[in-house]
């Protein structure tokens, strides 16, 4: 690979919102990046409970206030940003399981980032599966933008978090085509690595080891790193020893890292629902820090997508 994959414009947003109190930064943050980059905005509310057709009345009553809480809310903050917001291209109240409901609307609309809120647990509570914001992350086909309740403001210290392998390129790959709308000047890059099992034991406190390694980390990121500098964004390169979710959490509170780019894979349903991945390790551990998640897209197999489809497994 001699140069970073293209990735696609940011020209549709969607905000899903459950109308909680944490949901809030979420949609700002929706607000705030279609307007800086130029997309539409679009917010959709799921109604899981009111599936009775003879329930029509209040789910027309319920539209229109969620409605009019999406438009106040995104015109207060398009008030105190002063030079306001994106425009609310539509804002939908529709029946059904919330994960259905967004695929069928990000499928509809063409969406291309997923805005969703978290609660900011953290722990246990986080990692409980169920959780509609978890099981979106990990079956939508686009990226998608997690923000924590405790978020407040525009993005100003992003972290790319890397390995050297082609999703960690396309995450590079994003926080670059984004940064100058954004308004970024530096892109910190985190990468961690791991020595071999039983290591420790036999090279004892020789530190050189942990530098060589450092050094083969850094040749494989050497082509995010080049680009970096070549859109002009300066910023930090850690590379240090560890599980990545220790070590980016670690480098978030250090620097104050309000966003955090990841390359995730796009699996099917039966394997995205199996806890272990990087991306969800790392989402896991943040708290007050957004992570956006870009997406990779691979080419479908006809036949193996056919039969899988046909086992109820995709």
């Known amino acids: 690979m001699s140069s970073l994959p293209t990735v696609r414009p940011i020209r549709t947003v969607l905000a899903a919102t459950d109308l909680s109190e944490a949901s809030k930064p979420a949609l700002h943050a929706a607000g705030r990046l279609a307007a800086a980059l130029g997309a539409e905005l679009h917010v959709v509310h799921a109604l ?3 599936l009775d057709p003879r329930l029509d009345f209040l789910t027309e009553e319920f539209a229109a206030k969620v ?18 917001t994106a425009a609310l291209v539509s804002v939908e109240v529709r029946r059904g399981v919330a994960v259905d409901v967004v695929l069928e609307d990000i499928k509809r609309i063409k969406a291309d980032l997923l805005v969703l809120g978290t609660h900011g647990r953290t722990g246990l509570e986080r990692l409980a599966l169920g959780s509609v914001a978890e099981h979106l992350a990990s079956v939508v086909p686009i990226d998608v933008l997690l923000v924590p309740a405790e978020a407040d403001g525009p993005y100003r210290r992003p972290l790319i978090a890397a390995r050297d392998d082609e999703f960690s390129m396309r995450a590079a790959a994003r926080a670059i085509a984004v940064a100058g709308k954004l308004g970024f000047e530096a892109i910190d890059l985190v990468s961690a690595f791991e020595l071999p099992y039983g290591w420790h034991y036999v090279a004892g406190d020789d530190a050189s080891h942990l530098e060589r390694m450092r050094a083969i980390r850094s040749d494989g990121l050497a082509l995010a790193i080049k680009a970096l500098k070549a859109a002009g964004l300066s910023g930090e390169q850690v590379l240090e020893e560890g599980t990545a979710s220790k070590v980016v959490k670690q480098t978030i ?7 955090v ?14 806890l272990g991945d990087t991306a969800r390790n790392i989402a896991h551990s943040l708290d007050r820090a957004s992570l956006w998640l870009v997406r990779s897209l691979p080419e479908k197999h006809p036949l193996l997508d056919h039969l899988l489809r046909d086992l109820g497994l995709r």
């Open 48 to 50: 899981a409970d009111a």
């Open 67 to 84: 409605l009019k809480e999406a438009q106040d809310e995104l015109q207060a903050m398009s008030s105190a940003m002063g030079d306001g």
């Open 253 to 259: 509170d250090r620097l104050g890292s309000d966003l």
């Open 261 to 274: 780019f990841v390359g995730s894979h796009n699996r099917p349903a039966w394997t995205a629902m199996l």
